[in-house]
């Protein structure tokens, strides 16, 4: 007899049992699963974010992935190292290049404008004294210095940039001048008729010329002066970052090298090695190099600039004292200051102690001679101011003896004792001049040697900084990758 068929009784739902005696849920489960059980990675119950950053912090805590973080560390800190120092040599280079190729070359500009318009002063005062006998060289030289100045404040107003003190002066000396030179004209032909008012004229020209025309272009050789030492100072400034991040990193690299030592008994990591090698390198060039440039820059200034400022400066005093001289025979007296002296002989002897000091035998030590006697470089610079000194001497005595003559009312003999063509204090004050030329030739040449020196010593460091830097870059990266594959 057949048996009956019997059916699976399905399980009833019901409470999942509960742990054990001494069983807790599985870590990481989530809220209500079963004990035991854990929460499967990119379950709603754990942020994928969070799960990353959790791989992360695991790998990172083991050998291989410490080392990855170690050569992205050490390749970044090359190539910072390598930016850093790029950067403050190429500023540094271009501020050496603006030393040479503009601040210099534009304070000289100036200067020479400045002795322009004092040395037209000057031969205008010459000519007037010798009216009708003027000769054409006067004529060409007083021609010349103002067309000189009239292509120096062109050259000047394309390079004041956005300074709008420097154009000030630049407007001021453009809109004076051509009233002084019309007032020197009507001097001159006021003068050839034979009338007094010629030197009323004159006056009141080179009264314009002192208390607006050179004041503006001293103000403006000032501030292409004070360039040029903002220039020096950003030439030589240590690149004190570039230097710290490469200490940095020197150290950094020395460290992995010994961390790697202690961990695996081998003295040299090649990669390691070769980016040591590559950072110190790039080190050392750069202090070296920056040594050599800034103690160039240091002697250009120290044994050029400043000697040519004090040169320029001297010169210009030279040539103000001649017009001074002049002006106190045109003037015959008819200027006198509050005391009741003549203002023109005072203002030469103001000058001239500027110049040479208060003695007659050697210059004093804080006179515009004396200091640019001991700034010259060598013999061949101290002996064109040597001769400036002489001259001076020889001017003094001249002038003395002149002075002594107009005194006594001499007026003719007093006149060719001033602007005669030989044995006169103009013959004296022109080869002072000639001197002073000299030395500033000689000064110029000593400053642009020694400043292309330095800013030459800065050739080729950047880009050869970035270079080595990135090879060193990529050494850290196989000195590591090469620990790395020992874990494979």
Same mark, same amino acid.
């Given at each position: 007899?057949?048996?009956?068929?019997?059916?699976?009784?399905?399980?009833? &739902?019901? &409470?999942?049992?509960?742990?054990?005696?001494?069983?807790?849920?599985?870590?990481?489960?989530?809220?209500?699963?079963? &004990?035991?059980?854990?929460?499967?990675?990119?379950?709603?119950?754990?942020?994928? !974010?969070?799960?990353?950053?959790? *791989?992360?912090?695991?790998?990172?805590?083991?050998?291989? =992935?410490?080392?990855?973080?170690?050569?992205?560390?050490?390749?970044?800190?090359?190539?910072?190292?390598?930016?850093?120092?790029? !950067?403050?040599?190429?500023?540094?280079?271009?501020?050496?290049?603006?030393?040479?190729?503009?601040?210099?070359?534009l304070s000289a500009a100036a200067a020479d404008l400045y002795r322009s318009l004092a040395d037209a002063d000057t031969t205008a005062a010459a000519g007037f004294l010798a009216g009708g006998k003027e000769t054409r060289e006067v004529r060409r030289r007083y021609e010349e210095d103002i067309a000189n100045a009239s292509e120096l404040l062109v050259e000047a107003s394309a390079n004041a940039g956005g300074?709008?003190?420097?154009?000030?002066?630049?407007?001021?000396?453009?809109?004076?001048?051509?009233?002084?030179?019309?007032?020197?004209?009507?001097?001159?032909?006021?003068?050839?008729?034979?009338?007094?008012?010629?030197?009323?004229?004159?006056?009141?020209?080179?009264?314009?010329?002192?208390?607006?025309?050179?004041?503006?272009?001293?103000?403006?050789?000032?501030?292409?002066?004070?360039?040029?030492?903002?220039?020096?100072?950003?030439?030589?400034?240590?690149?004190?970052?570039?230097?710290?991040?490469?200490?940095?990193?020197?150290?950094?690299?020395? !460290?992995?090298?010994?961390?790697?030592?202690?961990?695996?008994?081998?003295?040299?990591?090649?990669?390691?090695?070769?980016?040591?090698?590559?950072?110190?390198?790039?080190?050392?060039?750069?202090?070296?190099?920056?040594?050599?440039?800034?103690?160039?820059?240091?002697?250009?200034?120290?044994?050029?600039?400043?000697?040519?400022?004090?040169?320029?400066?001297?010169?210009?005093?030279?040539?103000?004292?001649? =017009?001074?001289?002049?002006?106190?025979?045109?003037?015959?007296?008819?200027?006198?200051?509050?005391?009741?002296? @003549?203002?023109?002989?005072? =203002?030469?002897?103001?000058?001239?102690?500027?110049?040479?000091?208060?003695?007659?035998?050697?210059?004093?030590?804080?006179?515009?001679?004396?200091?640019?006697?001991?700034?010259?470089? =060598?013999?061949?610079?101290?002996?064109?101011?040597?001769?400036?000194?002489?001259?001076?001497?020889? !001017?003094?005595?001249?002038?003395?003896?002149?002075?002594?003559? @107009? @005194?006594?009312?001499?007026?003719?003999?007093?006149?060719?004792?001033?602007?005669?063509?030989?044995?006169?204090?103009?013959?004296?004050?022109?080869?002072? @001049?000639?001197?002073?030329?000299?030395?500033?030739?000689?000064?110029?040449?000593?400053? *642009?040697?020694?400043?292309?020196?330095?800013?030459?010593?800065?050739?080729?460091?950047?880009?050869?900084?970035?270079?080595?830097?990135?090879?060193?870059?990529?050494?850290?990266?196989?000195?590591?990758?090469?620990?790395?594959?020992?874990?494979?």
């Amino acid at each position: 007899m057949p048996q009956p068929q019997r059916t699976a009784t399905p399980p009833v &739902p019901g &409470p999942a049992p509960g742990p054990g005696p001494g069983q807790s849920p599985a870590p990481n489960a989530p809220p209500g699963a079963a &004990p035991g059980t854990a929460a499967a990675p990119g379950s709603p119950g754990q942020p994928a !974010w969070r799960e990353s950053l959790t *791989r992360l912090r695991r790998a990172a805590t083991t050998e291989p =992935g410490r080392l990855r973080t170690i050569g992205a560390a050490l390749a970044a800190a090359l190539v910072l190292f390598g930016s850093v120092t790029a !950067w403050q040599v190429t500023d540094r280079a271009a501020a050496a290049d603006a030393v040479v190729e503009r601040s210099q070359p534009l304070s000289a500009a100036a200067a020479d404008l400045y002795r322009s318009l004092a040395d037209a002063d000057t031969t205008a005062a010459a000519g007037f004294l010798a009216g009708g006998k003027e000769t054409r060289e006067v004529r060409r030289r007083y021609e010349e210095d103002i067309a000189n100045a009239s292509e120096l404040l062109v050259e000047a107003s394309a390079n004041a940039g956005g300074s709008r003190s420097e154009r000030a002066r630049i407007a001021t000396l453009n809109a004076e001048l051509p009233v002084y030179t019309g007032l020197v004209e009507q001097a001159r032909a006021t003068n050839r008729q034979g009338l007094p008012l010629g030197g009323a004229y004159l006056r009141y020209a080179s009264d314009r010329m002192q208390k607006e025309l050179l004041p503006a272009a001293r103000r403006l050789y000032e501030a292409e002066t004070d360039r040029l030492g903002a220039d020096y100072g950003s030439a030589e400034s240590w690149p004190w970052a570039a230097i710290a991040v490469g200490v940095l990193t020197l150290g950094a690299l020395g !460290w992995a090298q010994r961390r790697t030592y202690l961990r695996t008994n081998r003295v040299f990591n090649h990669g390691l090695l070769a980016a040591t090698a590559a950072s110190g390198v790039v080190l050392l060039w750069l202090t070296v190099a920056h040594g050599v440039a800034r103690a160039d820059l240091e002697s250009s200034y120290d044994h050029g600039a400043k000697s040519l400022q004090v040169l320029n400066t001297a010169r210009i005093s030279s040539l103000q004292a001649r =017009g001074a001289e002049s002006l106190t025979l045109v003037a015959r007296g008819a200027v006198l200051t509050p005391e009741g002296k @003549d203002a023109y002989e005072e =203002g030469y002897r103001s000058t001239m102690r500027s110049l040479f000091g208060s003695g007659t035998g050697e210059p004093g030590e804080g006179s515009l001679l004396g200091r640019a006697r001991s700034l010259a470089d =060598g013999a061949a610079g101290r002996e064109p101011v040597e001769r400036a000194i002489a001259g001076v001497r020889q !001017w003094q005595a001249r002038h003395a003896a002149a002075r002594a003559t @107009d @005194d006594a009312g001499d007026y003719d003999r007093a006149l060719p004792q001033v602007i005669g063509p030989s044995h006169s204090t103009g013959e004296a004050s022109d080869h002072v @001049d000639r001197a002073l030329r000299e030395a500033l030739d000689h000064e110029q040449h000593v400053f *642009r040697s020694a400043a292309d020196d330095g800013r030459g010593a800065l050739s080729g460091l950047a880009v050869g900084a970035a270079v080595l830097a990135l090879l060193g870059a990529a050494g850290a990266v196989l000195g590591i990758g090469r620990r790395l594959s020992e874990y494979r």
